[in-house]
């Protein structure tokens, strides 16, 4: 069986057998007692929901990176402070050579 | 002369919910032919449609009036139609098995003389919807807009708010798992 040719038969039956449009009789009175009691949210409240939303996965990034670099940051603190030290004594250091001179 | 959407919008937002209704009935009809891309039984057919109505009339105030109201709508109808089918997935079929006797005959008229299949017999359109029915949420909804409504990616991307990448990876997926069905079936009904 051909399998390529079978599958754009069938695409191309879905095609041509498009779904009703028909609606059911009264339905957008049904609809409009289902909204009794809903309120529209105003842009704030929208706002504020997507907000929300997005704290938890910036809350766990921020525990993640606190973690990752509480672990990581053992080893190269000596490495850091003499690196500041040497930056900090840096300009000294070429006066006194100077001076030397 | 009839309000237009973006007057009937303003009043809803200003507290006349009434206003709400014409907006229903005259977008009706394109969310249920949306909606019955997704779901075969009538009762969830229709609650989707509700569904897509209450999200609408909630989130009224975050529609922009950029695009046409209609366009908003459908985005909102293409993502309730999927996660619609995200929820139902365990319901999906697992086998071919119980194909009927019409479809079974259209499948070996296909076998023998592939232009004799005539794809607009319902047996075809029976054994399509029985073929998606087998698809993944994401797969059908792919294979839907890009196949079948014949969808570019960017519009697929807007409709789904997937990125252009994921919605082509998506298809790529989708077209492999429609064929691995395709070649069940005709390993369960001609081997």
Redesign the interface.
Known sequence: ???N???N????????????????YA??K???A??TG??????WT?WSQALWRAAVPCLLLCVALAVWSLTTSFGIETDLASAFEQSVFAPLETVQLAEGW | MEPTDAELIRAVLDGDRESFEPLVRRYQARVFATARRYARREDEIEDIVQEVFAKAFQKLASFRGEAPFEHWLMRLSVRTCYDFLRQHQRNRENTFSDLSSTESDWLDRFVSDPDDADERAEAARKLVERLMSHLSPPARLVITLLEIEERSVKEIAKLTGWSVPLVKVRAFRARAEMRKWLSRVARDKYL
Not at chain 1, 9 to 24: E, F, H, T, Y
Not at chain 1, 38 to 43: A, T, V
């Open positions: 069986m051909n399998l040719r079978l599958q038969k069938l695409i191309a039956s879905a095609r041509a057998n498009p779904p009703g449009d028909r609606v059911p339905f957008e049904r609809v409009m289902r909204l809903i309120q529209p949210l105003d842009q929208l």
